[in-house]
């Protein structure tokens, strides 16, 4: 059996350049984790059906349980530690305020879809807009109602910003 | 309805969740979020057959095993069990295994891919024996693989006399209703981690809802005092009852490879080994017997309720309490036999889980309920409506309602808020019309808040409160925060007793080095019970800086906060501690299994709007309505994310969550196969509540996490069968259940 060598793959976390050096097919989740020490991104499955390790990859929502690191390299990650600046995001304030975390474990993931959404939308969502674009996202505690609502809130304000 | 005082700075508002900005920042640590400089990962070798005799344990080559700290049971220091009830479930297997994924031998090292391999290169030799997979397998005892005679516990509720009832009866209707089992399915699987030096002893963290329960099972097991066992929760991702007792096991393995290796050790289960290995609700079949009069009155009710425990007691004698009274519901009745069993398989231990027995008992009653309705034509809400309970009747076990209580209030409002009669009658003309056919559906039920029985006499919980010198009091209390909101609501009663600002309460992070034990964090007994001792701990402190002369009759926030400070400056320490006392009136007696069985009960009705797609099988539940009493809400937001959450759970238990066994495995231990709610499965869930204070809970609140999981699959099924005309009796509702049933009505 040929050894795995570790390799170094660069990217930016959260605005920052990093480089580690990992198997190349560690998964982005546990690099994040043990690695760099976001432990923010949680796991709840392993097998890219719950989200709660939801990451943004260039823009795009993704479950790093199933990123191998070295697919990262050389793209830009935000994890939900680079979501709140001085302040919270409008989507975090609303998650706060209408109760859209419980025990907290699926939340990060679940903001991080909300924020990708609420990013894409021009107007108001619908119903269904959310519900499909937070369908990626498991949550046991909220039922999704208060979730939903934080939602509309963060576009709401967001949209009412002119953003 | 409402009881708004103008007082009332706290109580009743929709305060933000205390820790919400740790969590939506992702800066609130979770067990697997901690590291420890040398720490080992730990990993669990388990049976791979559900009965057997273990032969020997073999370490295949290739691994560097002296690399590893190996454990079997011939490790275990004090009593090789995880102290609960019965204390029948070893930590370790020895010589037999009971159940499939039994634990076996336990490693570890440091990496935890090595780690992984070794796990699979341990072979057990186990000579299989006969297992027993079902109810009535275990009553017939061919096989007895628990106790003299599989037997954990059974109970019998008489009021009345059912036998002389029968001939008195304009109709009787018999039925048979089963329940599957369901998995917790928090979104953080189970973790610990745990230290352990001669000087200091024994410490462990973790994801876990009750502290003490842990604390005593490690005393046990490693046989240590009081003192050298510390146990400390940290953020935990949802329990829901499956962190209730397993818990004490994972903190058992990880400190055992803690004091075996002399370094911390870390045990954190992936998704699979969690849902495989940890507890479940219990599987249950229930039979009813009813009689009724002419008049549609119930006269006499005779209910066989057996729970499936899997092969250890655990907490099958409560959950099986918990069913038995619940199984009569808010209805009076003068004759009513109840006869119950939880009896042994060889199946992993079935465990807590929100709701705790009711629900299964609590379905199969409201299922029943509408197949007398149906047999005496009448409409499902009408014969509910006849015999509901009013204050001052009494209840199976002979528990006088003493609270005010208005069913009757409750069914209309969810009737009207869910358009109940137009729609049943819309449905009904235009179903033979449809290929989808919709349907309406209803449960009326109760549930009791805090521990069953005596349960809380014996507890005996304590909490305690101190003022810091800055003017801040802190809640000491092994209560823990796992979502539903312990922190935020705690403050508030605080809060509100004091008359202080929200900010100035601190609540202590359950550490059994620092806080008292309040008790499990279970059975809807947290803000009722122990916040009703938060609020007498805070006054506690009050009333010494009354008395001390520090704090005048009225005050602001700063002058208490000066008055702490002076009162610590001249005695040195602040500091009140309060336990309960049963509310006075309120008796059990053990030995005749009757009387109150719990302080106060939540009230309910729910409604479900269901479409069943007669091609497909699909069932979808399109509007949910939730009405409820539970006392004064503290929290609006808080309550209603719990009835919502529980709800979604509910909708999962009647249509979705499917456990497969094969040979007494879980199959379908992944999140791929095993299908709880997503959010485009969910319909609107509106949630309502009436609120009638109770006397004794903090700011008049009563129970309220278990409640929402009792009521949701009775409503659905009945909803299916109006939509179908087919009387489903066993839950989940998957779509070869639903076939099966209409193909017995077609055929
Ligand atoms: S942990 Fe990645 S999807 Fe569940
Ligand atoms: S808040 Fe607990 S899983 Fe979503």
Redesign the pocket.
């Known amino acids: 059996m040929p050894e795995v060598r570790k390799v170094a793959v660069s990217f930016a976390v959260n605005g920052e350049p990093r480089t580690v050096e990992a198997y190349p097919m560690a998964r982005l989740l546990d690099v994040l984790r043990q690695d760099l020490l976001l432990t923010g991104t949680k796991e709840g499955c392993g097998e890219g059906e719950c989200g709660a390790c939801s990451v943004l990859i260039d823009g795009e929502l993704v479950n790093s349980c199933l990123v191998p690191v070295a697919q990262a390299e050389g793209s830009r990650i935000t994890t939900i530690e680079g979501i709140a600046g001085e302040t919270l995001h409008a989507v975090q304030e609303a998650f706060v305020e209408c109760g859209g ?7 990060p993931g ?1 903001v991080l879809a909300a924020v990708t959404l609420v990013g894409r939308q021009s107007a108001q969502p619908t119903e269904d807009d959310i519900r499909n674009g937070l369908a990626g996202n ?5 039922g999704y109602m208060r979730i939903f609502e934080a939602v509309l809130q963060a576009c709401e304000k967001s949209v009412g910003a002119g953003a | 309805m409402q009881s708004d005082s103008m007082a009332d700075r706290f109580i009743g508002k929709s305060i933000p969740r205390k820790e919400g900005r740790a969590k939506v920042t992702g800066r609130a640590l979770y067990v697997d979020d901690m590291v420890m400089p040398g720490m080992l990962y730990g990993a669990t070798v388990r049976s791979p057959v559900a009965r057997g005799r273990i032969r020997g344990i073999r370490y295949a080559q290739g691994i560097p095993w002296d690399e590893f700290t190996i454990v079997t049971a011939q490790d275990i220091p004090g009593k090789n069990c995880v102290a609960l009830m019965l204390n029948d479930q070893p930590c370790l297997a020895d010589q037999v295994v009971n159940h499939a994924e039994e634990p076996v031998v336990l490693l570890a090292h440091p990496d935890r891919y090595l780690l992984e391999e070794a796990r699979r290169a341990v072979e057990l030799d186990i000579e299989p024996l006969p297992a027993v997979f079902t109810i009535d397998e275990s009553l017939a005892r061919q096989q007895v693989v628990w106790g003299e005679d599989n037997i954990f516990k059974s109970f019998l509720v008489e009021s009345g006399d059912v036998e002389s009832a029968w001939g008195h009866a304009h109709l009787i209707v018999e039925g048979e209703y089963e329940t599957g089992a369901q998995e917790q399915l ?2 953080e699987p189970q973790g610990m981690i745990a230290t352990f030096t001669a000087e200091q002893g024994l410490t462990v963290w973790g994801s876990m809802q009750c502290p003490y329960y842990v604390h005593r099972a490690l005393m046990t097991l490693l046989d240590l005092p009081v003192n050298q066992v510390r146990v400390i929760q940290t953020e935990t ?2 329990g829901f009852g499956g962190k209730e007792e397993y818990p004490s096991m994972i903190a058992g393995h990880a400190a055992l490879l803690a004091r075996k290796s002399g370094k911390p050790v870390k045990i954190v289960y992936d998704r699979m080994e969690d849902m495989a290995a940890t507890t479940k609700r219990h599987p249950s079949r229930t039979r009813h017997r009813t009689a009724v009069t002419r008049e549609g009155k119930l006269l006499a009710m005779d209910i066989e309720f057996v729970v499936d425990g899997g092969a250890y007691a655990t907490l099958s004698p409560v959950v099986l309490s918990r069913g038995t009274i619940h199984a009569a519901g808010p209805y009076f009745c003068p004759n009513v036999r109840i006869r119950s069993q939880a009896v042994a398989t060889n199946f992993p231990p079935h465990g807590a889980f929100r709701g705790f027995g009711a629900p299964q008992s609590i379905f199969a009653l409201e299922r029943q309920m509408d197949q007398v309705a149906k047999v005496l034509g009448l409409a499902p809400e009408e014969l509910r409506r006849r015999n509901f309970v009013k204050q001052g009747e009494t209840l199976a076990v002979g528990q006088v309602v003493r609270e005010k209580v208005d069913m009757a209030g409750l069914m209309e409002r969810a009737l009207e808020l869910s358009d109940y009669y137009a729609k049943r009658k819309r449905f009904a003309e235009e179903n033979p019309r449809r290929e989808v056919k919709k349907g309406i559906g209803l449960a009326s039920f109760l549930h009791g808040a805090g521990f069953t029985g005596s349960g809380e006499r014996y507890l005996a919980s304590l909490v305690g409160a101190e003022a810091t010198p800055e003017g801040r009091v802190r809640v000491l209390a092994a209560s823990t925060e796992m ?1 539903q909101g312990t922190m935020t609501v705690f403050s508030q009663i605080a809060a509100e007793a004091l008359g202080v600002d929200y900010d100035m309460i601190e609540i202590v992070q359950p550490d059994t080095a620092v806080v008292p034990n309040s008790g499990p964090t279970v059975a809807s007994r947290t803000c009722m019970v122990v916040g009703k001792l938060v609020e007498s701990a805070v006054l506690g402190i009050r009333q010494q800086l009354l008395s001390s002369g520090l704090l005048p009759e009225r005050y602001t926030s700063e002058q208490f906060r000066q008055a702490c400070r002076q009162f610590i400056e001249n005695h040195g320490a602040l500091k009140s501690s309060s336990e309960y006392s049963a509310p006075p009136g309120v008796y059990w007696d053990d030995d005749k299994y009757r009387g109150d069985a719990y302080g106060a009960y939540a009230w309910a009705v729910y409604v479900a709007e269901v479409s069943v797609d007669l091609t497909t099988y699909e069932i979808r539940v399109d509007d949910f309505v939730a009405v409820q009493e539970v006392g004064r809400v503290i929290n609006p937001v808080l309550a209603t994310g719990q009835i919502e959450g529980g709800v979604a759970q509910g909708i999962g238990f009647a249509l979705y969550e499917n456990v497969v066994w094969q040979e007494g495995q879980m199959v379908n231990s992944q999140m791929t196969n095993y299908i709880m709610p997503t959010s485009a499965d969910l319909p609107p869930i509106r949630v309502f509540f009436e609120e009638v204070p109770y006397a004794h809970g903090p700011g008049g609140a009563k129970g309220i996490g278990e409640l929402p999981i009792d009521g949701p699959a009775p409503a659905i099924v009945n909803a299916i069968e109006n939509a179908g005309g087919v009387n489903v009796n066993r839950i989940p509702v998957t779509p070869e259940v639903l076939m099966e049933a209409l193909e017995g009505v077609h055929a």
């Open positions: 975390a419980q025990c907290g474990i699926c939340t679940m498991l949550c046991r505690c909220t | 928090y979104i991702g949802g979502g």
